[in-house]
């Protein structure tokens, strides 16, 4: 088995960010997925406009990936060394909802594409390979909680059968109340990492310092 | 090796393997003229699995719950894949996992009002599915259209690993309101049958299936047919266009032969993924060129089943093991002339040609791509 270790990890939830358990931005009120990923967006300036175009839901899992990148741990990796691998348990749901919305009735029928193809989970696995150039494995699994188990099983038999040296996993979720995304990097074993392992991955969910 | 041992497919053509390979070799299409309000509001072309026959079969359902229409299918294919093999579905060493882009999502339509509760989340579909067989550890893959080309990579690696000495593999899609209004607007239907890698395609055609692979650490007596190779990819370029080069089917393609160890010179027959979209199949023959493999007979089955989505690569794979069992290399429904830039190898008429190794191909929405290498051991051409 190939030894393993998280180098980062970025968690957004509650309208606050936290990266490798650090508080790193917050609002003072809470708010929809919506306004705090634009928030977010405002704050940590990627200058990227496409993110506009995109779902409430792409627009957190792109951002997630934006802040566990912000310190170039992806750099001197080749675009095929690269997977994501996601879990949720909502899928598009709420996307869905809206565009069903829009072809629910025929005398008001207006299915927009542009919604519609966002009504897949992975579309923000796309979303952010375009943005970093990565093209190595994707798998997009819904649970209905985290499963963690079943998630670093996953991504360590990527690794073990020579698919990819470094991944993306987490957790990317959103709900009509609620939303969270919880990603991490996983690489080749080193020293100052975090173990890859199914307890220590919830751990390092749970541990949101101040 | 992990090796296939069972499977079932419910389509236009048929309730099981057999039926469905049967109107296969006769190369005629189960795509027809649909119209029904309650899928879109004009007629379209469509591959719909027959409801009378549904019906008769759901009958046979044992069970005090109420199941959806995609969640009859599942129940029935995995029912009917399973009684080919001695497994127990509810032991251990066995796990399930679905495939489905869009599951139960006709649950949105306001005619449901609440009705099955909660079962437009894959999940609880999952749980409900596990529940019916007694078997807790069902997940759940939705990834686009390679959903069922990932799926069965997934089950593989989980036996390969140890975890699981069996696994079903269970991918389903329905028409629905939502996916066909979506793909019309997205003007990706043709007016007609599709016609893959055909110079006058002009779109894709939706169909509804579900399929069951059953996959196992053993060889079953009657056939010998394992997978060997499998990794996924993504071209990195566009959400809802194929890459210009190929870039990530080539990439899926590479390091599956690469786990296979086998070089493409090998690979007797190539299962496409052909949706008639004009960029998907010109991308698909650009992989398979860069790969040398224009000599290699290539088919779609999407003239035959449409587009199933989330089923595709489940049954389009059942299809490439029927092909290797048999020696047969099926037709491609809706093929006349070649319509892509490179000279690859589309056939149009049932052929006779022993194949040891195949290659299955898919690609989807959010850039992705998918390949699997099968190895028949029964039919070792020297």
């Known amino acids: 088995m190939t030894k393993l270790s998280i180098s980062t990890y970025c968690h957004l939830v509650n309208h606050r960010v936290y990266k490798d358990g650090k508080l790193i931005f917050e609002k003072p009120e809470a708010l929809g997925l919506s306004d705090f990923v634009k928030s977010v967006y405002r704050q940590f300036?990627?200058?990227?406009?496409?993110?506009?175009k995109m779902d409430d839901i792409s627009k957190l899992g792109f951002m997630a990936a934006e802040l566990l990148l912000m310190d170039g741990v992806h750099k001197g990796f080749e675009s095929e060394e690269v997977g994501i691998v996601l879990e949720n348990s909502h899928a598009t749901l709420v996307t869905d909802s809206s565009f069903q919305e829009s072809v629910e009735d025929y005398d008001n029928f207006f299915p927009s594409p542009s919604v519609f193809v966002y009504t897949l989970p992975n579309i923000m696995i796309g979303e952010i390979s375009?943005?970093?150039k990565f093209q190595g494995e994707n798998a997009f699994f819904i649970f209905e909680d985290f499963n963690t188990e079943f998630l670093s099983s996953y991504i360590q038999q990527l690794f073990d059968t020579d698919k990819i040296n470094a991944c993306i996993g987490g957790w990317i979720n959103q709900s009509a109340t609620d939303y969270e995304a919880f990603i991490y990097w996983v690489n080749a074993e080193e020293k100052n990492g975090y173990k890859h392992g199914p307890e220590e991955i919830l751990q390092l969910r749970a541990d949101n310092k101040r | 090796m992990v090796h296939c041992i069972a499977d079932n497919i419910i389509s236009c053509l048929g309730f099981n393997s057999r039926e469905n390979f049967d109107a296969l070799k006769t190369g005629k299409s189960g795509i027809s003229m649909i119209n029904e309000q309650d899928l879109y509001h004009q007629e379209f072309p469509a591959a719909q699995i027959d409801s009378d026959r549904l019906q008769q079969h759901t009958a046979t359902i044992k069970a005090n719950e109420q199941y959806t229409r995609l969640e009859q299918l599942m129940i029935l294919s995995i029912t009917e894949a399973l009684e080919q093999t001695d497994i127990d579905i509810s032991d251990k060493q066995t796990a399930i996992i679905l495939s489905t882009t869009k599951g139960n999502i006709d649950l949105l339509e306001n005619k449901y009002q609440g009705q099955f509760k909660d079962r437009e989340?894959?999940?609880?579909?999952?749980?409900?599915?596990?529940?019916?067989?007694?078997?807790p550890n069902v997940s759940v893959l939705s990834n686009a259209c390679i959903s069922g080309v990932v799926a069965i990579q997934t089950a593989r690696a989980m036996i390969e690993s140890g975890q699981y000495k069996h696994m079903v593999v269970c991918g389903g899609d329905i028409l629905t309101k939502f996916v066909v209004s979506g793909f019309m607007s997205f003007l990706s239907l043709s007016p007609n049958a599709c016609k893959p890698f055909d110079s006058?395609?002009?779109?894709?055609?939706?169909?509804?299936?579900?399929?069951?692979?059953?996959?196992s650490s053993e060889p079953s007596t009657s056939q010998d047919i394992g997978i060997i190779g499998g990794a996924s990819a993504n071209d990195a370029n566009h959400i809802s266009g194929p890459s210009r080069t190929g870039e990530g089917s080539f990439i899926a393609i590479s390091k599956a032969l690469k786990e296979a160890r086998i070089e493409s010179s090998l690979i007797n027959h190539i299962s496409a993924h052909g949706t008639a979209t004009p960029y998907n199949d010109e991308m698909e023959s650009i992989a398979i060129e860069r790969h040398h493999m224009e000599k290699v007979p290539v088919n779609s089955l999407k003239g035959f089943w449409g587009h199933t989505l989330g089923a595709a690569g489940v049954i389009e794979t059942i299809a490439l093991i029927w092909e290797m069992k048999y020696g047969l290399v099926l037709p491609t429904a809706g093929f006349n002339e070649l319509g892509v830039s490179k000279a690859i190898q589309v056939s149009n008429a049932?052929?006779?040609?022993?194949?040891?190794?195949?290659?299955?191909?898919?690609?989807?929405?959010?850039g992705c791509n998918a390949a699997l290498v099968l190895v028949n051991k029964d039919n070792q051409i020297l």
């Open chain 1, 45 to 52: 300036k990627p200058k990227y406009p496409k993110f506009f």
């Open chain 1, 130 to 132: 375009i943005r970093n």
């Open chain 2, 121 to 135: 989340q894959l999940w609880k579909m999952g749980e409900v599915i596990g529940t019916y067989f007694n078997n």
């Open chain 2, 200 to 215: 006058k395609r002009d779109g894709l055609s939706l169909g509804e299936a579900v399929g069951t692979i059953i996959l």
């Open chain 2, 350 to 366: 049932l052929e006779e040609h022993a194949i040891q190794y195949g290659l299955k191909m898919a690609s989807g929405f959010g």
